[in-house]
């Protein structure tokens, strides 16, 4: 049995993902959970594209040092420069190199011919070498690559120094055989490819991008890149969770292992989810929330008789706790906090103390509290900013033009009130113009969106919102019981970011 690499791009490939953006908190919370998975590589940004992905890409570099961190970079010097700068105090720091290789790219979008990308490629990952040891480079749309072409720059990028060989499936184009066949035709031709490791990476436009990166795990490629929840550019890259456990339930067939912890994948998804607002559909492989609930009769009857009649994996497995025990009002602070951790998370006292207080405050007017609940309140709670504005009181009058009345809680003590009302095209466009009007922030909301996130009219609704002030989007989220006080407080959150950020710029 041997090791395959998992390279996680999550936060590069799959921060790419339309409406996924994480401000440098949120990705350190999630490079922090990706290396308690224990991935292989976290691909930890783009460093060129913005002041913002350089700095996240820095502060993980500073901080994760038990995962190989990895930056991305085109072939252009100035690119690789900043990747390495970025990765200065990396434990073991990786630059990943990528130049379109297809007829498609070399005659439309990058105007080379071969040779011209043979060489842009060499002088690529020479200039990253004398930065790092670790050095991958990707033909970008290799699978629409001519195969003898492929492998003249496979075999040139080797030579010039790249340790891994990434081949790309960029546009979700390839089929497994296909797939396979590629790879088979880098290991039978490239002459030093034993000098590299060769490493799949692929897209999801045909829903095919873990049956193809199993494939080419099979054909002989030991890396595979992926994405938690299968996240990234259009329908995604292939999903972490679903590559891991088909390896490790077929074990039988593919001969392989994987280091990642798998009783962690499912809070991994969960933060991930909750961070980026991209919600896991109900039916998704491994983390969905059906994946392992049995609604028939004949197939609960064979569960409880014997689970692998129609379970392959045991849901604790994957981190699923084995519990149906439902907390209430009763419950005390020691029960709480055994389900905290059965959920896979670890909350500092501080955090522990406010999400235990906003429990009671939920069993007051809510019977049963769910696993879900406990989820949203964490979530809750880590989405937390320092407020520089709570909410106090909210009104609604929805008349034939709806008015907001809403009053703030501002000042170091929070001991100052300050309220005014608006009108908006609803209830909600009331009362986000209302805080709009007393913050002084005026936002353009983007995004808007209410869940329960349980079953049963005193569920808790969680509200999440992408704000835009001054060409920056601010994600907001709450819970509340009740959904338009969820709403007007995810949208208070947003703001607050806002504030903090110009309470910031003013004191520097
Ligand atoms: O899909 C792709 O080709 C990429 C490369 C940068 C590896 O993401
Ligand atoms: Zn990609």
Do not use: W
Not at 152 to 161: L, M, P, S
């Amino acid at each position: 049995m041997s090791k395959i690499k998992i390279f996680d791009t999550t936060l590069r490939d799959g921060e790419q993902s339309p409406g996924a953006s994480l401000d440098n908190k949120e990705k350190l919370q999630i490079a922090r959970q990706l290396s308690t998975l224990n991935i292989d590589v976290m691909e930890a940004g783009f460093p060129i594209t913005s002041e913002g992905d350089f700095k996240s890409v820095s502060a993980i570099a500073k901080e994760i040092k038990d995962v190989t961190v990895c930056a991305l970079a085109r072939a252009v010097d100035k690119d690789i420069d900043c990747a390495a700068k970025a990765l200065k105090s990396a434990k073991s720091p990786r630059i990943h190199v990528f130049l379109a290789t297809s007829e498609i790219h070399r005659k439309f979008k990058l105007i080379k011919v071969k040779e011209e990308i043979i060489r842009t490629a060499v002088k690529g990952v020479k200039r990253a070498r004398k930065y790092v040891d670790d050095v991958e480079f990707s033909p970008e749309d290799a699978s629409r690559t001519e195969p003898d072409f492929l492998v003249d720059v496979v075999e040139a990028v080797i030579t010039a120094g790249a340790t891994t060989v990434n081949i790309p499936d960029t546009v979700g184009y390839a089929v497994p055989e296909h797939y396979a066949a590629i790879i088979k035709n880098l290991r039978d031709n490239v002459k030093n490819i034993n000098d590299a490791v060769i490493s799949v990476h692929c897209h999801n436009d045909l829903g095919l991008a873990v049956a193809n990166s199993l494939a080419a795990v099979k054909a002989g490629a030991t890396q595979v890149e992926c994405t938690i929840n299968g996240i990234g550019e259009r329908a995604g890259n292939a999903s972490l969770e679903e590559i891991v456990m088909a390896l490790k339930t077929r074990k039988d067939f593919f001969k392989h292992t994987t280091g990642i912890k798998t009783k962690e994948i499912m809070a991994t998804s969960k933060i991930v989810s909750g961070l980026t607002g991209l919600r896991v559909q109900r039916n998704k492989a491994i983390v969905g929330e059906n994946a392992f609930a049995h609604e028939s009769g004949v197939h609960q009857d064979g569960v409880l008789k014997e689970s692998t009649t129609y379970e392959i994996i045991k849901p604790e497995e994957v981190g699923l706790p084995k519990t149906n025990i439902v907390l209430g009002k009763l419950s005390g602070r020691h029960a709480f906090k055994k389900r905290v951790k059965a959920l896979g998370y670890e909350l500092p006292d501080e955090e522990f103390e406010h999400t235990f207080s906003q429990f009671k405050l939920l069993a007051d007017k809510k019977k049963e509290i769910y696993d879900q609940d406990i989820e949203a309140l964490i979530r809750d709670e880590k989405s937390e900013v320092p407020h520089i504005y709570e909410l106090e009181s909210l009104s609604i009058n929805c008349g034939p033009v709806p008015t907001a009345g809403i009053s703030l809680r501002v000042g170091k003590g929070k001991d100052k009130i300050i309220a005014d009302s608006a009108k908006g095209d609803g209830s909600i466009d009331a009362i986000f113009k209302t805080i709009d009007l007393l913050t002084g922030i005026k936002g353009t909301l983007l995004d808007y969106s209410v869940r329960s996130v349980t079953s049963g009219k005193d569920a808790l609704g969680e509200a999440s919102v992408d704000v835009e002030v001054e060409d920056n989007t601010y994600k907001g989220r709450a819970v509340s019981t009740d959904t338009i006080e969820a709403s007007a407080k995810a949208y208070l959150n947003a703001i607050n970011k806002v504030a903090i950020k110009h309470r910031r710029k003013k004191s520097t």
